[in-house]
């Protein structure tokens, strides 16, 4: 029973470890062109660039993730693979730290995430007009991808695609003074007349984007706001990061 015991907390012990790598593990294979390596808590780039990785700061309210990120808070929630049944309690992938976003794409205040945009035809089948994301990973081709996948859902499915509410937006996530990842031209929003937002005047959570939809996002590395306690259905963000077991 002892051996079993301690088998079982070797065990676990072992997994903690794991998962505390985990997150560090899943931005070096998301990004290789970007990152190469982890040196103790430092996260080195591909250009010599060294990123801390875990500031020590322990116990950090929601908000303070939010506000004051690391790079290892961006991890602090699992982002769920299943359809919410439920209101979810968390915000995976709505922490980021602005560093390493910034280090990626630039700075949108100092124009140098506009260089890297290019337009591109949103649902061309049902005249979806053209939207400007940015190149950088190769963002612009998978949204390309998810544009032809969802161009050829059922009709009764496009409404809630069409018009988009923007993509590209050199602006703060409202409410606080962290930079939008619209600022970093990797996210988009859908048609606001089917979406839902926390800091609308609604009597609580509640969806209405069809889970069709989430998933052709998903298959090509964008997670989804409506995933998030603080929910924004319309908006999908470049985030494969965070789907790296998919």
């Not at 081709?141 to 998810?146: D, G, I, M, Y």
Request: with cysteine; net charge negative; hydrophobic share 40%.
């Amino acid at each position: 029973m002892r051996a079993a015991l301690l088998a079982a907390l070797g065990s676990a012990l072992i997994a903690s470890s794991a998962a505390a790598e985990d997150g560090v593990d899943r931005l070096l294979r998301a990004y290789p062109e970007h990152l190469e390596r982890r040196d103790g808590n430092q996260l080195v780039w591909n250009d010599g660039t060294r990123m801390t990785i875990d500031d020590g700061v322990a116990g950090k309210s929601a908000d303070e993730l939010l506000e004051t990120p690391d790079v290892d808070d961006m991890f602090a929630y699992v982002y769920p693979s299943a359809f919410p049944a439920a209101p979810p309690q968390t915000d995976p992938g709505r922490i980021r730290n602005a560093a390493f976003f910034q280090k990626m794409y630039g700075d949108c205040a100092a124009g140098e995430v506009s260089k890297n945009l290019v337009s591109v035809d949103w649902l061309p089948r049902h005249k979806g007009g053209r939207v400007s994301i940015t190149r950088v990973n190769g963002v612009d081709t998978k949204l390309a991808a998810v544009s032809a996948e969802l161009d050829a859902l059922p009709e009764p499915l496009i409404r809630y695609l069409i018009p988009s509410a923007g993509t590209y937006n050199c602006r703060a996530i409202a409410g606080t003074r962290q930079p939008s990842a619209h600022g970093y031209g990797i996210a988009i929003d859908l048609n606001t007349a089917f979406s839902d937002y926390w800091r609308w005047p609604k009597s609580g959570w509640r969806n209405r984007i069809p889970a069709e939809v989430v998933a052709v996002f998903e298959r090509h590395g964008f997670i989804w706001g409506g995933k998030w306690a603080h929910f924004d259905t319309m908006h999908f963000e470049y985030r494969p990061e965070l789907l790296a077991d998919r």
